[in-house]
């Protein structure tokens, strides 16, 4: 996948695959029709790790890599996580704000030449039931992340066995990589 054309994507879908001992996610286009279309990107992150990372490749050959996110720290509640490019230079980072989230999950999404963009769940209702009743965890979460009350992008959970996001676009400058690894966080990191 060249840079440009990832680039140039207003919509794309991330699904996460079934496997035991890593959580791995696909990241495809949308075809004009709406469905899935090419891969654009193959993430994979062990599970139980003491310092999440997370590595994200052109595909899932796992040949070569497109970006990474890693946490700064072990076991913070409020951790930022650096994105970088293969080379390992930085495309921006991520944070969870551990005090909002306790109602209602709040990030935050910093790339330089950027405003600050702040994601948080859509629904605060739903988003009381999946922190208070263990049994509906599993529902739905939308996420809306804007920059001075402006949209930048939406991350859409759907209903389904597996889970899958819709992601889409608004802000035309925002690196879709940072985009990518804010998605695939959202599911891999969550629950913590």
């Known amino acids: 996948m060249q840079l440009d054309n990832l680039q140039s ?6 699904r996460q695959r079934l496997r035991m001992m890593v959580n791995q996610y696909e990241v495809r286009a949308v075809s004009p029709d709406g469905t899935e279309g090419e891969l654009l990107a193959f993430a994979q992150q062990k599970r139980l790790a003491f310092k999440e990372q997370v590595t994200i490749y052109t595909d899932d050959s796992k040949q070569q890599p497109l970006l990474g996110f890693k946490a700064r720290q072990r076991l913070d ?3 930022t996580y650096d994105v ?3 080379a390992g230079s930085p495309i921006g980072l991520f944070r969870k704000d551990f005090a909002q989230s306790l109602l209602r999950s709040t990030w935050h999404v910093e790339q330089n030449g950027l405003p600050q963009v702040t994601g948080q769940e859509r629904s605060l209702p739903v988003a009381l039931l999946r922190r208070f009743v263990d049994s509906l965890s599993w529902l739905p979460y939308h996420f809306d992340f804007t920059a001075g009350g402006q949209p930048v992008f939406t991350v859409v959970k759907k209903w389904g066995l597996r889970d899958k996001y819709i992601v889409e676009v608004q802000h035309p400058q925002i ?14 990191l969550q629950a913590r």
């Open 9 to 14: 994507q207003h919509q794309f879908h991330v």
């Open 77 to 79: 509640l409020g951790a």
């Open 84 to 86: 970088t490019d293969a």
């Open 175 to 188: 690196d879709r990589r940072l985009v990518i690894a804010m998605a695939v966080a959202l599911d891999a």
